[in-house]
């Protein structure tokens, strides 16, 4: 009774005590100790909890498939098999390809065997083949991240070795061909040309994994600037000038993305071959056997055919004024043949040495006008520039943009960046 009593009282007094020590105020500068725990990192990739697994990690060898390294993780046969069965719908274990890296998580343990295997198919894409009971496949994503960059650089060698010089990728000079592929000849940059570049870079952890959206450049060529805006009409995002005029020519200025010329057009040239002086009325464009062919413009293809010393070759129609044609192939392209509408860029065959050659090349030819021309001095027709009832809105885009490649020097590394959110 007396403790009951005593227990009583002191439910009554503790208020008392509280308020009387200064009110609700004091109460909340009242601190009351507490440990506090942080909580465990967890180990997570591929969307899973690895600490939950024993991790085993490698990369495909030569020759290896995917049931030796299963086998090898306690997966018996009749299992692989039905992973290669159910694999076919979604990602065929015969895609898996040497030098890739793969991911084995294992029961933690005695029986070691392997829940999932994890198969990196570059370093953005991964499959995640989960082995339990009933067996999925399925494609993810790392997650990526970009980085905005601002970056200029001057041409002492190559476009290609000045951007690596300058800590970026060659991807870059793919997506700088591209966009000037109708206004400059990569094969004829040389030193002393100087660009400047924005751009967002892509990047996986640590990595770097390739180029996103360039948002404007300058390439200044034989002392001349090519300005580039990227700007949206007729639902299509182009590029354009600082006259509002579209990059994008009539046609492309190389049938190849990349290779060196090894013989212009003249009138007088000493033929490999035949030993002796005669005009060659067309531009060669030596590359490896194999390299993608590419229409430089929208046409008609009138010939696709061999002939003895012209070999395999494509000669397309692009209008009552130009015609292009293509020699020397190891094959045609897929579907290629005389009556066939081709668009601008399209694969119309391949590099090779067929007809009267030495090596690997495409005779690229030019008429205009029923003559043959040289291509690499002719002042080609554009597309249509920014319409006039979208000016206002692009002069808007293209000064703030404008503003910021002039505001970067032509220095060797220079460089300035940002993380974008």
Not at 326 to 339: P, V, W
Request: hydrophobic share 35%; net charge positive; aromatic share 10%.
């Amino acid at each position: 009774m007396m403790l009951k009593n005593v227990k009583y009282l002191l439910l009554l007094l503790v208020p008392t005590l509280l308020y009387s020590c200064g009110g609700d105020d004091n109460i909340a500068d009242v601190a009351i100790p507490t440990d506090t725990v942080p909580a465990p990192k967890v180990n997570m990739a591929y969307g899973l909890n690895l600490d939950s697994f024993i991790v085993k990690e490698g990369k495909i060898k030569k020759n290896q498939v995917i049931s030796e390294i299963l086998l090898l993780n306690h997966v018996p046969w009749p299992e692989i098999d039905h992973l290669s069965k159910k694999a076919k719908e979604v990602y065929s274990l015969r895609k898996l390809r040497s030098g890739k890296n793969y991911t084995v998580l294992c029961k933690n343990d005695s029986t070691e065997k392997a829940q999932y295997f994890i198969y990196e198919a570059n370093a953005i894409d991964y499959v995640v083949f989960d082995l339990r009971d009933t067996m999925t496949v399925t494609i993810a994503q790392k997650e990526v991240t970009e980085k905005r960059r601002e970056v200029a650089g001057v041409i002492n060698s190559s476009l290609y070795q000045t951007l690596i010089d300058i800590n970026c990728s060659a991807g870059l000079a793919m997506e700088l061909s591209e966009i000037y592929a109708w206004s400059i000849d990569f094969y004829r940059i040389q030193k002393g040309d100087k660009f400047k570049v924005i751009f967002n870079e892509k990047w996986v952890e640590d990595t770097k994994v390739g180029v996103g959206e360039i948002e404007c450049a300058l390439f200044v060529h034989h002392s001349e600037n090519f300005y580039a805006f990227p700007f949206e009409q007729n639902h299509v995002i182009d590029y354009f000038d600082e006259n509002a005029k579209s990059l994008r020519k009539a046609f492309l200025k190389s049938p190849l993305k990349f290779g060196r010329i090894s013989s212009s057009f003249t009138m007088r040239r000493y033929h490999p071959v035949q030993k002796r002086w005669k005009a060659h009325l067309g531009t060669d464009y030596a590359a490896p056997k194999g390299t993608p062919i590419l229409a430089v413009g929208d046409g008609k293809v009138i010939e696709a055919r061999y002939k003895k010393f012209n070999g395999n070759y494509v000669k397309i129609k692009h209008n009552g004024t130009y015609t292009t044609q293509y020699l020397h192939m190891s094959k045609f392209a897929s579907g290629i043949r005389s009556g066939k509408y081709v668009r601008q860029g399209d694969v119309i065959g391949y590099v090779g040495s067929t007809g009267l050659a030495t090596g690997p090349h495409v005779c690229f030819r030019f008429w205009k006008n029923g003559k043959q021309v040289n291509h690499r001095t002719q002042k080609l027709p554009s597309s249509l520039p920014v319409k006039k009832e979208l000016m206002q809105d692009y002069q808007s885009v293209m000064d703030t943009l404008k503003m910021q490649l002039d505001g970067i020097p032509f220095s060797d590394g220079n460089e300035v960046e940002g993380q974008i959110s």
